[in-house]
């Protein structure tokens, strides 16, 4: 569910799936499912390369890296596995995960295409509580942003809840300026996923998404049928956010341009030509001696 409160009201509700991949689980998924692969190409395939790219530049970088406690973050080289990266990422929060487990609740890649608006990563402890979580935002212009809920976000009331409100310093929308406030909700998914995030300037809301639905077991037969009820999803939203943004174009609400503010669209990858340019000096995040 999307809503927008202002300048003008705007909502739409979409039926989609979504996985909940265990990272040490995903190199033993095909062998029960015949149209998932891993790292290889399939009708879904996931890629590790498409998420959370550490190791490469990152544009405007500030010194704290969306966390108040976060040290200098250290990247492995780019042939790490993506639970590596978040290891590493995680340690250099003074998060240990050693004998723990990330859950990534995403799409993968649909006949080759990918697209996900965001990705949410559930960090458990060896003990099983989940101590962190980070939101990894992606805009159409693949440019991607991730934002950290670390155990100082933990809902005390609500065990495997984090709430953060953060400056949003992203394009992500044209109708939303870049110093927006994200506020997130994250459960950690059980039975049921229920995600919020909304939209501030100062103290109003102006918008709110929200992802929530059961869990169903991951087969090959409800892998099929969803194939079906759910054809070419990747493609189905992007064309949805491209409509939605057709619609409120025609309705004249106040957009702004890529380009426009590019100094204040920090810590993110794979920055878009339109404002590359505007950072020379792109830091490269160096890479440790060894894996973590």
């Known amino acids: 569910m999307h809503h927008r409160f202002t300048p ?22 095909p062998r029960r499912l015949s149209l998932f692969s891993f790292n290889r190409t399939n009708l879904f395939s996931f890629r590790e390369n498409d998420f959370f790219p550490v190791a490469e530049p990152l544009h405007h970088a500030s ?13 492995p080289a780019s042939s790490a ?16 995960l ?30 099983g509580t989940c101590v962190a979580s980070l939101a990894e935002v992606t805009n159409t212009f693949r440019e991607m ?4 809920l670390g155990p100082e976000t933990a809902v005390a009331a609500a065990p495997g809840t984090f709430h953060r409100r953060t400056p949003k310093y992203f394009y992500v ?10 506020d ?15 939209d501030y300037v100062g103290e109003a809301r102006t918008l709110t998404s929200s992802l929530v639905g059961p869990r169903r077991e991951l087969t090959n037969t409800r892998l099929a049928w969803f194939t079906l009820k759910y054809p070419l999803i990747t493609l189905r939203i992007i064309a949805l956010i491209h409509w939605h943004a057709a619609l409120l174009w025609l309705r004249r609400l106040p957009w702004f341009a890529k ?34």
Do not use: M, W
């Not at 010194?63 to 973050?73: H, I, M, R, V």
């Not at 993506?82 to 340690?91: C, G």
């Not at 942003?145 to 950290?148: G, I, S, T």
């Not at 997130?184 to 059980?190: D, E, G, K, Q, V």
């Open 81 to 96: 596995s993506l639970k590596q990266r978040l290891l590493t990422h995680l340690a250099s929060r003074g998060i240990d």
């Open 184 to 198: 997130f909700t994250l459960r950690a998914p059980s039975e049921r996923l229920s995600i919020q995030i909304d």
């Open 63 to 75: 010194n704290a890296l969306n966390g108040p406690d976060a040290k200098e973050q250290l990247a």
């Open 98 to 127: 050693s004998g723990g487990r990330i859950v990534l609740v995403t799409l993968p890649r649909v006949c080759g295409y990918l697209f996900n608006p965001v990705s949410f990563y559930f960090c458990y402890d060896a003990a």
């Open 259 to 292: 380009a426009a503010r590019s100094t204040d669209q920090r810590d993110l990858y794979r920055p878009h030509a339109s404002i590359a340019s505007t950072a020379p000096d792109a830091t490269q995040i160096p890479a440790p001696t060894e894996a973590a």
């Open 173 to 182: 929308s044209p109708f939303s300026d870049v110093d927006t406030t994200f």
């Open 145 to 148: 942003k991730p934002y950290y």
């Open 8 to 29: 003008k009201e705007h909502r739409f509700n979409y039926r989609i799936f979504l996985f909940a991949f265990d990272l040490d689980e995903l190199p033993e998924l």
